[in-house]
């Protein structure tokens, strides 16, 4: 079992930045694949960054590559997703998500707004 914990979230200028983070509890941090997700108000949640067990290998998608990136540190069995340059097309529910196998699990999301 994995408990996942956001942070980081809030309201934010077109052009800033905010770091998510996602605190992870429980066993075995470092074999799970771990993604972001995000969701907003009637639209479809999708995958915004997936990060490997390592953190050797990362994807993104296309409409937040090269403003954001995912991390993370296995120790403090925490992974974070540091978003800059943000637009207002950014502003969703930011959830992270923990996966082996067939196993996953959620977080309560964090809530991330870009307005002026």
């Known amino acids: 079992q994995v408990q996942l914990v956001e942070s980081g979230g809030g309201l934010v200028q077109p052009g800033g930045s905010l770091r998510l983070s996602c605190a992870a509890s429980?066993?075995?941090?470092?074999?799970?694949?771990m993604r972001w997700f995000r969701q907003a108000p009637g639209k479809e949640r999708e995958t915004v960054a997936v990060?490997?067990?390592?953190?050797?290998?990362?994807s993104y998608v296309d409409s937040v590559r090269g403003r954001f990136t995912i991390s993370r540190d296995n120790v403090k069995n925490t992974v974070f997703l540091q978003m800059n340059n943000l637009k207002p097309e950014d502003t969703a529910m930011y959830y992270c998500?923990?996966?082996?196998?067939?196993?996953?699990?959620w977080g309560q999301g964090t809530q991330v707004t870009v307005s002026s």
């Open positions: 998500n923990a996966r082996i196998g067939l196993s996953e699990y």
């Open positions: 429980g066993s075995s941090f470092s074999t799970y694949t």
């Open positions: 990060i490997s067990t390592a953190g050797r290998s990362t």
